[in-house]
């Protein structure tokens, strides 16, 4: 249980133009779920907290209008990559948790690659 | 602020070798600890977990105690296997955060050899 699917698992786009990541919880409800940024050889670094049925809450340095969060419903959140430039490539990934305490159930992944 | 440091790597090891990584946190109040793994090419995992002083978490061989007088949990694994070669992190979950968001470490890299 608790999976957590994200799609797609990778994708290259044209400078300027907008890409959207997709957070699925499959087999739970996650009021909450997580957005994160891998940079090549570092830790992951929290985006964003996204919330079903408000706004997410950005962390400090993260623009929230190239970054578009929206959490419709309690299984689906969705990332926006607007205007993407080729310094947006890296590597993203949600998590969500079916209860607190359970531990994070991370989806596999976007590659996003900007040329 | 909270946070968590864990060595770097790369770590190679030989086939059936022992394994530590070592990790200590800061964090305020009582928070729970996680170790999670990367393979190549793949999202992270959660490996093993810990909620409280004293406990253990384990899985797949590896293990790793939570020790509030030293703020460690390091893990350890007594004998690795080439399929162990990942990307290992260590984290927190910031107890008093309203949303319980993860903290991590940055990860280290195991390799392992037959």
């Known amino acids: 249980g608790a999976v957590v699917s994200q799609h797609p698992s990778w994708v290259i786009c044209k400078s300027g133009t907008s890409v959207k990541i997709e957070c699925r919880s499959l087999?739970?409800?996650?009021?909450?779920m997580f957005w994160y940024r891998q940079f090549p050889k570092q830790s992951l670094m929290l985006m964003a907290t996204?919330?079903?049925?408000?706004?997410?809450?950005?962390e400090q340095g993260v623009e929230k209008d190239k970054f578009l969060i929206n959490h419709a419903s309690l299984t689906l959140s969705t990332l926006t990559v607007t205007s993407a430039h080729p310094e947006d490539s890296s590597f993203y990934i949600c998590?969500?948790?079916?209860?607190?305490?359970?531990?994070?159930?991370f989806g596999s992944g976007t590659r996003l690659t900007v040329v | 602020g909270n946070s968590v440091t864990q060595m770097e790597g790369p770590v190679t090891l030989s086939e059936e070798a022992f394994l530590t990584i070592n990790c200590t946190y800061t964090?305020?109040?009582?928070?729970?600890l996680f170790w999670y793994v990367q393979y190549p090419g793949e999202g992270l995992q959660l490996l093993l977990k810990a909620t409280k002083a004293d406990d253990k978490g384990s899985n797949k061989g590896f293990e790793a105690t939570y020790r509030k007088e030293t703020t460690s949990f390091h893990l350890e694994k007594g004998s690795v296997q080439v399929s162990d070669s990942a990307v290992y992190f260590c984290?927190?979950?910031?107890?008093?955060?309203?949303?319980?968001?993860?903290?991590f470490g940055k990860g280290t890299k195991l390799s392992v050899k037959p």
């Open positions: 964090a305020t109040g009582y928070p729970s």
């Open positions: 984290a927190l979950s910031d107890p008093l955060g309203s949303q319980g968001n993860l903290i």
């Open positions: 998590s969500a948790s079916p209860t607190q305490g359970y531990g994070y159930t």
């Open positions: 996204s919330n079903e049925g408000s706004k997410a809450t950005y």
């Open positions: 087999d739970f409800q996650a009021t909450t």
